[in-house]
C-alpha cells in the first residue's frame, strides 16, 4: 500500500459526459502529480499541484483541470469525454523524498 | 527538452537467469534522480530502484541493479535470479527538479518458467 488513495477505481461513461477523479495523497506530501496512461503505452504528466497552488502543466487537455483542496485531496476532472480519453489515470504524491508514491488509478472507459 | 527512451518493447528471460533492460536519456542537466519502476498486472506503479546523477556507485537493491552511465546518459536494470514475479511492464523515468517525472515507453518483461 502506497498510501495514495484514487477514487473510484473504475469508471464508465458516455461520450460528452463530465467526471472527476478524486486522489489522497500520503500523509504530510504537499506535492500532487496526475498522469495519464493510455493503452500500453507509458505514463503522460498532466498537471502538478503543490500544497494547493498549481506548479506545472504537461501535456493537459482545455477539457481537463485540476485543484487540489485546503486538506491536500486532489480532484481532476474531465468534461465533454471523447472516447480517446479513455485511459488509466494516476494520481502520485511527494514530500521531502526523492521519489513518489503512486495510487492505483482509475480506470476511466468512454463508450 | 528532457527525454527517456526505452528501446526494447519486449524482453523475456529464463526463470533463474539474468536480464538487461535498456535506457537511455536526453538532459542538459548535471543534477537528477533516475527510477525504475515496475507495472505488473494490476496496473500498479511500483518503484524498482532510484539512482542520484551524483553519486557515482551503482544503486542496488536485493535482485535488482543499474548500470548508471552518466556520460553516455545510460541506465539500464538489471534483474538476476529472475522469478516468475518479476513479469510486469518496466519503465524507466526521469525526475525533474519539480518532481515531474518523464517516462520512457516501457519494456515488457516476460519470464519463462
Known amino acids: 500500500d502506497s498510501g495514495v488513495t484514487q477514487t473510484p477505481k473504475h469508471l464508465i461513461t458516455a461520450t460528452g459526459q463530465r467526471v472527476t477523479l478524486r486522489c489522497s495523497p500520503r500523509?504530510?506530501?504537499?506535492?500532487v502529480y496526475w498522469y495519464q496512461q493510455s493503452l500500453d503505452q507509458g505514463l503522460q504528466f498532466l498537471i502538478q499541484?503543490?500544497?494547493?497552488?498549481?506548479?506545472a502543466k504537461g501535456n493537459i487537455l482545455e477539457r481537463f483541470s485540476a485543484q487540489q483542496f485546503p486538506d491536500l485531496h486532489s480532484e481532476l476532472n474531465l468534461s465533454s469525454l471523447e472516447l480517446g480519453d479513455s485511459a488509466l489515470y494516476f494520481c502520485?504524491?511527494?514530500?521531502?523524498?526523492?521519489?513518489?508514491?503512486f495510487g492505483q488509478g482509475t480506470r476511466l472507459t468512454v463508450v | 527538452a528532457q527525454t527517456v527512451t526505452q528501446s526494447q518493447p519486449e524482453m523475456s528471460v529464463q526463470e533463474a537467469e539474468t536480464v538487461t533492460l535498456s535506457c537511455t536519456y536526453d538532459?542538459?542537466?548535471?543534477?537528477?534522480?533516475l527510477f525504475w519502476y515496475k507495472q505488473p498486472p494490476s496496473r500498479q506503479m511500483i518503484l524498482v530502484i532510484r539512482?542520484?546523477?551524483?553519486?557515482?556507485q551503482n544503486a542496488t537493491e536485493n535482485r535488482f541493479s543499474v548500470n548508471f552511465q552518466k556520460a553516455a546518459k545510460s541506465f539500464s536494470l538489471k534483474i538476476s535470479d529472475s522469478q516468475l514475479g518479476d513479469a510486469a511492464m518496466y519503465f524507466c523515468?526521469?525526475?525533474?527538479?519539480?518532481?515531474?517525472?518523464?517516462f520512457g515507453q516501457g519494456t515488457t518483461l516476460q519470464v519463462k518458467p
Open positions: 499541484y503543490y500544497n494547493g497552488e498549481e506548479r
Open positions: 523515468a526521469y525526475r525533474l527538479y519539480t518532481g515531474k517525472l518523464i
Open positions: 538532459t542538459s542537466e548535471s543534477d537528477y534522480y
Open positions: 539512482q542520484e546523477a551524483y553519486k557515482q
Open positions: 500523509s504530510g506530501d504537499l506535492s
Open positions: 502520485a504524491s511527494r514530500g521531502g523524498n526523492t521519489e513518489a508514491f
